[in-house]
């Protein structure tokens, strides 16, 4: 595997030109349109901090055309009505690029305005940077030439997991899928069913929740007690995963979880003991990377006060991509032309301490490598002011963790 320098890729995007520029040279402006408050604002709060962090890289390198770029924040308030309204004013603001992460409901909404907003004022476009809205229907009917993910979807993850999990001789035969009643749940659910035969297991029972709105899982851990399940597989996020592993832990559960959000901040806190053994498919773990791997960890903790977890490595990949095509598009009349950056997304190629990612032009679907972790004592970064930690058993190169693009995503490009 290619394991190049974590961070040639920053040295290597200076994106200021050597030349004095025009005083009229129009600068990037990016807007994070996320949850910045309320109950699920942790979310939203960990990918500003990952989009901060790179945004200073870039700043310190020179910026974007002899100016700084400008991070300008929108709280979306945790829903889609509010993301539309954000956005509105994040195009009144001359907003370019667009980023945010934090659920599939809300990056639908904005894939939408922004292709309907791209129509309707040509010259003026903006792009979508998707750091963590993973489904399906984003790269598939709803693919668009403006919307770009950065994160992995639900087949992705799922095969990963379960091959994971296999090879550590930890998945079983008998499979629980509880998962939230919404796009990225009901994927969720999907790629589980479909993991059947591969993965060696049967689903014995399966259970879509609504999203955000259970105080108590207890209910569905007795279903899940009863069930008889050997592993329960879920991509429960924020709350729902939160309380899901409280109820477990009190219910002394003996099921082993394997999740795509176990690395949340607070989970293995959450869980106690019952978090040991149990396992997460996420886009990076030091363990399973060299010196580079180290070097990033480091350097994140030093800027930001707390070791890179959760959401944030993939945001950070994500946006250093935006710096590898910002570096490659040519201001036009002093100003970035977002279909230039676009078409420079579609071949925007990094190193990674995990291995390379790249976009997919067929479908805008990053392919990045894939982790499988387990929870153990043993593992040499220590998370949530626990004595545990996340120990690599898999680690899949970005070719091996690529689930073919979806027939139904159907690009129009520009002209």
């Known amino acids: 595997m290619n394991k190049l320098d974590f961070s040639a890729i920053i040295v290597a995007s200076t994106l200021g030109a050597c030349c004095a520029m025009p005083a009229s040279a129009a600068p990037v402006k990016i807007g994070l349109v996320e949850t910045l408050s309320g109950p699920q604002a942790s979310s939203g709060q960990a990918y500003r901090t990952a989009v901060r962090y790179v945004v200073d890289q870039i700043n310190a390198a020179g910026g974007w055309n002899g100016e700084p770029v400008q991070l300008l924040e929108y709280d979306n308030q945790g829903g889609p009505a509010g993301a539309a309204d954000k956005l509105k004013a994040a195009a009144a603001d001359g907003v ?133 399940a050997e592993t329960v597989i879920t991509g429960n996020w924020s709350n729902d995963l939160l ?40 886009t990076f773990n030091a363990e399973a990377g060299d010196a580079q791997a180290e070097q990033f960890v480091q350097d994140y903790q030093a800027k930001t006060g707390h070791m890179p977890v959760f959401i944030e490595p993939q945001t950070v990949y994500g946006m250093k991509m935006v710096a590898d095509a910002l570096k490659r598009t040519q201001p036009r009349n002093g100003a970035l032309s977002v279909n230039d950056l676009a078409l420079a997304l579609e071949t925007a190629r990094i190193p990674t301490p995990m291995g390379e990612m790249s976009m997919r032009a067929a479908d805008h679907q990053a392919q990045l490598p894939m982790v499988v972790s387990t929870v153990t004592r043993d593992a040499r970064h220590k998370v949530d002011n626990t004595d545990m930690g996340f120990k690599p058993v898999l680690l899949l190169t970005a070719q091996q963790a690529s689930t073919p693009a979806q027939a139904s995503c159907k690009m129009k490009r520009p002209g």
């Open 243 to 282: 309380l899901l592993m409280k109820a477990s832990k009190a219910a002394g559960l003996k099921a082993r979880y394997g999740t795509v959000y176990l690395d949340q901040p607070g989970n293995l806190a959450n869980a106690g003991d019952l978090a040991e053994g149990n396992f997460v498919v996420h």
């Open 96 to 228: 370019q690029i667009v980023v945010q992460g934090a659920s599939s409901a809300i990056g639908g909404q904005i894939t939408e305005d922004i292709r309907k907003h791209n129509l309707r004022n040509p010259g003026k476009e903006m792009v979508y940077i998707n750091m963590g809205a993973e489904a399906l229907e984003l790269t598939g009917e709803k693919c668009n030439f403006y919307h770009f993910r950065f994160a992995g979807n639900a087949q992705v993850r799922t095969k990963a997991l379960v091959e994971g999990m296999k090879k550590a001789g930890a998945l079983g035969t008998k499979v629980y899928a509880i998962n939230q009643n919404y796009s990225w749940g009901q994927d969720m659910q999907q790629a589980i069913l479909d993991n059947q035969k591969p993965g060696g297991y049967t689903v014995v029972e399966k259970t879509l929740h609504d999203v955000n709105k259970i105080q108590d899982f207890s209910p569905y851990v007795a279903k899940i007690a009863s069930s008889g």
